[in-house]
């Protein structure tokens, strides 16, 4: 079986179907009837297509539409036109972009001058999608901390450190601007109303930072981002991340205030969380979406880039507000 990449990489016409059905051009429906009948027809019978002396595609007809014709009605009058065609040189991503944006059960393939050369249709992809759906929801898991391995590298040891070490320094060097992040802030960081927070603050950032990468992902299998879609979808997830981080900085707020006696500590809790939260909700949706539009992949970096950019925000701006409320 074929990896998950290859197959959306494969050309279209390894994929193809080579038996469509084909109705000259100058038929009736009477005359298509008589050829569809005399012909034998593969698969599943969803639409006819209409080609000129030169086999080049002209028009296509769904079933129903030539079931209920007049008989004498000239087929390219029934015939819709033009035709919505994969070309010879789309790859199996390019068709299966066609299915989501079209919303048609089959489509001819054509060559360079328009001549018919076979049809895809979703029975076609249900195996190999099947496959690929569950292979990559496998793989999903482990982009977003930045592995993907094939099961060869994974049985060569120094192949499996120098695939995943780069994403982990990634984390490394994450985690060492947060550092330099806490020095700097270290009359706010070493008080006791704001230390024993750290981790919890950082680790729900974290959190909703790799949901909303997963999100994006999903949104991203099979499609083409663009600006318009990006900012549809940062802005809903900042929303999102808004209300999810009031909801728990208000819980760990009141926690806060019960437990420290302070209403500033439990206030600067309230605002980082959900500060953090709304921020890292937004970074995660938009870095897959950013990647993909200057043409790198987002599957293995999203993750590791989230996190560090997380971690980032959301000390920033926690300590900040303990400087501003709590000294």
């Known amino acids: 079986m074929s990896s998950a990449r290859q197959i959306l990489t494969d050309p279209v016409t390894a994929h193809m179907r080579t038996d469509p059905t084909r109705i000259p051009a100058g038929a009736s429906v009477a005359q298509a009837l008589e050829y569809i009948r005399d012909h034998e027809i593969g698969g599943r019978v969803v639409y006819f297509y209409v080609v000129d002396d030169a086999d080049r595609l002209v028009g296509v007809v769904p079933t129903r539409r030539i079931l209920r014709a007049a008989p004498a009605t000239p087929i390219t009058e029934v015939m819709i036109a033009p035709v919505v065609a994969v070309p010879h040189t789309a790859t199996v991503l390019d068709a299966c972009e066609f299915f989501t944006l079209h919303k048609l059960l089959a489509f001819p393939v054509v060559d360079a001058e328009g001549k018919l050369l076979g049809l895809v249709d979703v029975d076609l992809y249900t195996d190999e999608l099947t496959d690929l759906e569950k292979r990559q929801e496998s793989d999903d898991l482990f982009q977003l901390v930045g592995v993907y391995l094939t099961e060869a590298e994974q049985r060569q040891t120094v192949l499996a450190v120098r695939k995943r070490f780069p994403w982990l320094l990634c984390n490394v060097v994450g985690g060492m601007i947060a550092a330099v992040i806490a020095d700097a802030y270290e009359d706010v960081a070493t008080l006791a109303l704001v230390t ?120 920033l701006l926690y300590f900040n507000l303990g400087r501003w409320l709590l000294r």
Do not use: N, Y
């Not at 981080?245 to 926690?255: D, N, P, R, S």
């Open 196 to 315: 024993p927070f750290i981790a919890l603050v950082t680790g729900m950032a974290e959190g909703v930072a790799i949901q909303s990468v997963s999100l994006a992902l999903q949104t991203l299998h099979g499609r083409r981002p663009t600006w318009g879609v990006l900012a549809q979808k940062a802005g809903r997830e900042l929303l999102v991340g808004l209300l999810l981080g009031a909801v728990c900085g208000l819980i760990v707020g009141v926690v806060a205030f019960v437990w420290k006696g302070s209403a500033m500590a439990g206030l600067s809790l309230f605002i980082g969380i959900a500060g953090g939260v709304a921020g890292s909700a937004a970074i995660g949706i938009a870095l897959p979406f950013l990647l993909r539009l200057v043409r790198r992949d987002p599957q293995v970096a999203s993750g590791p880039l989230a996190l560090a950019a997380a971690d980032m925000v959301t000390l």
